[in-house]
């Protein structure tokens, strides 16, 4: 839950009520004790870690999408130490300005993937059109969707890559 009207607090928010949720259900599961106890006290202090890691942010959104964008880029402050990785669903035939557009609203640096990327904190990288995005050992990889024409999924793509590689820094 990010509170867009608290730009200060945006990250702390962000990571806090994670964090918070895992803790309140380890203090009842401790109760109850059991395996389940140790299982969640492990994926509480994993996230706790997080705090310290340098976290990858992917969002999707539909075409109609970069006004949603703008707001959430701009209520985020510059150096939060996130990597933002946008997807948006692109016409494939029409090029994009969506870096150019986003790059107004906020001070981090906002890069359209063009090759193999290395992700950098609080830097923002955008899909190119008619292409999916992945991510693998902290490198953005850019792919030609297999499908011609109809039914694409870019964002999904990303977010299944995402998890996979950074499982609890996503």
Do not use: Q, W, Y
């Given at each position: 839950h990010i509170r867009?009207?608290?730009?200060?607090?945006?990250?702390a928010d962000f990571l806090g009520v994670a964090v918070g949720?895992?803790?309140k259900r380890v203090g009842r599961l401790a109760c109850a004790g059991g395996e389940h106890v140790a299982r969640v006290r492990a994926r509480y202090d994993g996230l706790?870690?997080?705090r310290a890691a340098h976290l990858v942010v992917g969002i999707g959104a539909s075409a109609g999408g970069l006004a949603a964008f703008q707001q959430f880029l701009g209520a985020m402050p510059a150096k939060s130490g996130?990597?933002?990785v946008l997807i948006q669903h692109l016409d494939p035939t029409h090029a994009s300005l969506t870096a150019e557009l986003l790059g107004r609203h906020t001070a981090m640096r906002v890069v359209q993937v063009e090759r193999a990327t290395p992700v950098e904190?609080?830097?923002?990288y955008v899909?190119?059109?008619h292409r999916y995005l992945s991510i693998g050992g902290d490198v953005l990889r850019l792919s030609v969707p297999g499908e011609r024409r109809g039914l694409r999924m870019p964002i999904d793509h990303f977010l299944q890559s995402l998890a996979e590689d950074q499982q609890e820094r996503a």
């Open positions: 867009l009207h608290h730009a200060d607090k945006a990250r949720e895992h803790e706790a870690s997080c996130m990597t933002f904190a609080d830097h923002v899909i190119p059109p």
